[in-house]
């Protein structure tokens, strides 16, 4: 795992006045992910997939949207991380930039709980397959158990995992009620939670929006970790509180 540190943003924040948006990002964008997709497509079909390579390429996207945005991002609270350490992470979700700035942010890019209909997308879902994310189905409960279950087997393999406890993206912006899933995983592995407020990102790109704000300013926080061996299996409901107290912490300006 690479050094742990903590880089700060020196750069002040441009004024709306001056703000400067593009449609290429996305077009950019969609185009380098479609890349990325279809070289872990044809290693899940050939069956050499390689954890390393892997994450080599979440890094590369979340690296590479960055720069396409021209954004000074802020990360901060990496020193809560310990190299080595298995995590799972826990973010507010505002925005579809959430995912590549915690592939940039994060010193090893997590796998992910993300929603089923995502895996019926030609070339991105079986690369979201081959690539060891997991489908989840909210709307069948029984799918729902075995795809956390499925999760639960990331972290055992010393793999980090996110979840976005809200379950889907905000479209305003606010912090959207927490879901009890992640949380009921967490307390049968006894996993440690980092929980991660991301702001700036749904300012850079609107909901049922492609033009996106270019040189801005966001912020990926890590907050310290929260050990869910502290919570007893009847106090899911406290862990939850303390966790989305945390993320709304930490997603707010000045944090």
């Known amino acids: 795992m690479p050094q742990v540190m903590s880089r700060e943003s020196t750069v002040p924040t441009?004024?709306?006045?001056?703000?400067?948006?593009?449609?290429?990002?996305?077009?950019?964008?969609?185009?380098?992910?479609?890349?990325?997709?279809?070289?872990?497509?044809?290693?899940?079909?050939?069956?050499?997939?390689?954890?390393?390579?892997?994450?080599?390429?979440?890094?590369?996207?979340?690296?590479?949207?960055?720069?396409?945005?021209?954004?000074?991002?802020?990360?901060?609270?990496?020193?809560?991380?310990?190299?080595?350490?298995?995590?799972?992470?826990?973010?507010?979700?505002e925005s579809v930039l959430d995912i590549p700035f915690l592939f940039h942010a994060c010193p090893v890019p997590p796998r992910m709980v993300t929603k089923a209909e995502l895996f019926k997308v030609p070339v991105f879902g079986p690369a979201l397959k081959a690539a060891g994310f997991i489908s989840i189905d909210r709307k069948n409960r029984t799918r729902a158990i075995k795809s956390l279950q499925e999760a639960g087997e990331v972290i055992k393999q010393g793999r980090p995992l996110l979840i976005f406890p809200e379950g889907t993206r905000s479209r305003d912006g606010s912090l959207l009620p927490f879901k009890k899933g992640g949380f009921m995983?967490?307390?049968?592995?006894?996993?440690?939670?980092?929980?991660?407020?991301?702001?700036?990102?749904f300012e850079m790109i609107r909901p049922n929006s492609?033009?996106?704000?270019?040189?801005?300013?966001?912020?990926?926080?890590?907050?310290?970790?929260?050990?869910?061996?502290?919570?007893?299996?009847?106090?899911?409901?406290?862990l939850m509180a303390d966790v989305r107290e945390a993320i709304a912490r930490l997603r707010r300006p000045g944090a």
């Open 14 to 93: 441009l004024g709306p006045e001056r703000v400067r948006t593009s449609y290429m990002l996305t077009f950019r964008g969609l185009l380098f992910l479609l890349k990325l997709s279809l070289l872990t497509m044809i290693d899940g079909l050939l069956k050499r997939v390689d954890n390393a390579v892997i994450e080599r390429r979440m890094k590369a996207l979340g690296d590479e949207i960055v720069r396409l945005g021209q954004c000074d991002i802020s990360i901060e609270g990496l020193e809560h991380l310990e190299p080595g350490k298995t995590y799972l992470f826990m973010s507010n979700h």
């Open 185 to 201: 995983l967490a307390l049968e592995l006894g996993a440690t939670i980092i929980p991660i407020g991301i702001q700036g990102a």
């Open 210 to 238: 492609l033009k996106v704000a270019l040189g801005q300013h966001p912020a990926v926080r890590f907050g310290a970790p929260i050990g869910a061996t502290a919570y007893g299996p009847d106090q899911r409901e406290q």
